[in-house]
């Protein structure tokens, strides 16, 4: 018979990767509360004109990559390929809003994107992100880069930098807009057939292509910061001198654009040195609220790609405590059911096998499980009311009393 086999860009974390997710879950949001974010779970699917009003409907995102389907009603339904879109419609839905109040939301889930898989790119992701909801001044957009940098080091991740770069508020961003088409008008016959359409319709994006080349032609048009106004001069240059006062490390990119329609003004990248692919990725989108039917409310927040972090944090996860107990004969194993019970009761892992079987094959068992100790009991330490407690790492053992096993177990783990 034909075996299944996973679909094509979808991956499993098994264990021994879970237990490095759950680690770096848990810093994350951890690190996010820290800052004033409280967790929200939109649903995985939304309105499809959703993404489409938000992300733009010539992004690749939309034109390529999105999984959309109607259901049994006919409504035009999409797996999320990002988290923003469904954190901002969710923030208008649910309450009326209070003029000058600061919302901060995190999020953690998987996302979708009909993407070419490849190392680090997948069409089931997983991100974790950040929205920062009513904040316009641009240390909001510093603290934002800052929580980022607070979870790297909190992961240990050495090496890394943010790229960093503004795009303009919409009038500025759409003035750029023209200088960019005019000056790469010029380099039509150089860009890729992508890159032709883009011209036309988003030429910002040709920052953002994955053709080097089509980069490398997009590299002679004038930098944004030459056109922007005093304005957004200004903020950029505030959001510069508050990365600097945090010393965090950052690298000014005049060719960082998003490949998301909604940012303006800040936007920035997570980079670990040598890798082609940003680690995480935000900045600001001031007009997305008003224009998915809120109330005028600047924001900026970011999202991080686990996958890409996970294969860059070293992890030195601590073993939890945990014993095998090898009981052997009827009465052992009637026992074995208090010992076990006890053992979990006081936080301590606990395995046993309940088929009939030998000490050595127990031992084998107790040597798969990657337990620290095994207790042993059979019918001749019942009678003695005695276990033998073998140190799995060293191969020493101990007769303990039934009376004081437990104790003498929490006094070795520690
Ligand atoms: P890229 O340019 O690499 O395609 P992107 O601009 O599409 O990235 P964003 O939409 O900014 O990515 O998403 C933020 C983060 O999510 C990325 O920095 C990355 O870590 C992660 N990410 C995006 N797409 C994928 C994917 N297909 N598989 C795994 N992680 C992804
Ligand atoms: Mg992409």
Not at 24 to 47: N, Q
Not at 132 to 149: R, S
Not at 261 to 276: I, K, M, P, S
Request: net charge neutral; glycine share 8%.
């Amino acid at each position: 018979m034909d075996r299944y086999k996973k679909v094509r860009g979808m991956h499993d974390i098994m264990p021994g990767e879970t237990e490095k997710w759950q680690f770096a879950e848990t810093v994350l949001a951890d690190s996010a509360k820290l800052h004033g974010y409280r967790e929200i779970r939109p649903p995985v699917i939304e309105e499809r004109m959703l993404f489409e009003r938000s992300i733009g409907a010539s992004s690749d995102i939309i034109s390529k990559e999105i999984y959309s389907f109607q259901d049994r009603k006919g409504r035009h339904l999409a797996l999320r390929p990002e988290g923003t879109a469904s954190v901002v419609r969710a923030f208008i839905e649910s309450a009326p809003p209070i003029p000058g109040k600061i919302t901060r939301l995190y999020y953690y889930g998987p996302m979708f994107r009909y993407d070419r898989p490849q190392k680090g790119r997948y069409r089931q992701f997983y991100q974790f992100g950040v929205e920062l909801l009513g904040g316009k001044h641009p240390f909001f957009d510093g603290e934002a880069v800052a929580l980022l940098d607070f979870m790297a080091r909190k992961l240990n991740i050495t090496g890394y930098y943010f790229a960093i770069n503004t795009l303009g508020c919409p009038k500025c961003k759409s003035a750029y807009t023209e200088i960019v088409r005019s000056a790469l008008s010029a380099k039509e016959d150089s860009l890729c057939e992508d890159c032709r359409t883009r011209l036309k319709i988003s030429p910002l994006r040709i920052f953002d292509c994955k053709n080097a080349e089509c980069r490398e032609s997009a590299a002679c048009a004038p930098a944004v910061t030459e056109t922007l106004c005093k304005e957004c001069l200004d903020h950029f240059g505030e959001f510069e001198e508050y990365v600097k006062k945090a010393g965090i490390p950052c690298k000014k990119q005049s060719g960082l654009v998003r490949g998301l329609d909604y940012y303006t003004r800040t936007v920035f990248e997570l980079y670990v040195n040598g890798d082609e692919n940003a680690v995480a990725a935000g900045g600001r989108y001031d007009s997305l609220v008003r224009e998915l039917g809120g109330a005028d409310t600047p924001a900026v927040g970011f999202a991080l790609g686990m996958e890409r972090l996970i294969s860059i944090v070293n992890f030195k996860l601590e073993k939890t405590p945990s014993v095998y107990l090898a009981a052997m004969g009827k009465a052992a194993a009637l026992k074995g059911i208090s010992i076990v019970k006890e053992l979990r009761n006081e936080g301590i892992a606990a395995e046993t096998d309940y088929e009939d079987r030998g000490l050595k094959a127990h031992l084998k068992n107790a040597d798969r499980s990657g337990a620290q100790w095994c207790l042993i009991v059979g019918d001749r330490e019942l009678e003695k009311n005695e276990f033998i407690l073998k140190n799995m790492v060293t191969g020493e053992q101990e007769n303990i009393s039934e009376d004081t096993y437990l104790k003498r177990i929490k006094e070795l783990i520690k």
